[in-house]
């Protein structure tokens, strides 16, 4: 079947010399395109590929920096945390030392503070034992005198005999201070 035979309607060329015309003005229109529009359409492509890729890159960069600048910011973080750590240790520590220290002081006055007390009640009882004995020699010196009927005039021998007395007294246990210690 012959192309001028077939039935193109309108579209049939009614000389072969317009086929040859529309071809030649087919590829002349192709070869334009390839030269003037094509070049046009690949430079906007290269250009949209960069912009593109200018910005991948971009956007890589500031990612690593962000990253960076996280790590940075953890380091700090955990520089802070262990420089808070050992602020806290040193405070427990010296506050350890600081109530150790205060235990001690109060230790040593609580000591001392017995100490004087001590030292004060034995002076106490050593003056009560003074005026005890005087007293009691006092005391037996009139006894012996109304039980003699005469007066023991004699202070040397009347002090000498009460401090026997009272020395034997002192070497034995008396009944009330081993009660005082049994009720202790």
Not at 47 to 70: C, D, F, N, W
Not at 126 to 136: S, T
């Amino acid at each position: 079947m012959n192309i001028l035979e077939m039935d193109l309607g309108p579209l049939v060329p009614h000389h072969s010399i317009e086929i040859i015309v529309g071809i030649i003005l087919l590829l002349l229109l192709t070869w334009l395109i390839a030269k003037a529009v094509v070049p046009r359409f690949e430079k906007l492509y290269e250009e949209r590929t960069e912009t593109i890729q200018g910005g991948i890159e971009r956007a890589e960069k500031a990612q690593a920096e962000a990253q960076v600048a996280l790590e940075k910011y953890q380091a700090q973080l955990a520089n802070v945390r262990d420089e808070a750590a050992q602020i806290r240790d040193d405070a427990k520590s010296q506050g350890a030392q600081v109530i150790a220290e205060m235990r001690a002081n109060a230790q040593a006055e609580a000591d001392r503070i017995t100490e004087r007390a001590n030292a004060q009640i034995q002076a106490e009882r050593d003056q009560a034992v003074r005026e005890i004995r005087a007293e009691i020699g006092d005391l037996a010196t009139t006894l012996a005198s109304r039980i003699v009927g005469e007066s023991l005039q004699d202070d040397q021998r009347v002090q000498a005999t009460v401090d026997r007395f009272l020395a034997s007294l002192a070497e034995e246990p008396s009944a009330s201070d081993s009660r005082t210690v049994n009720q202790t």
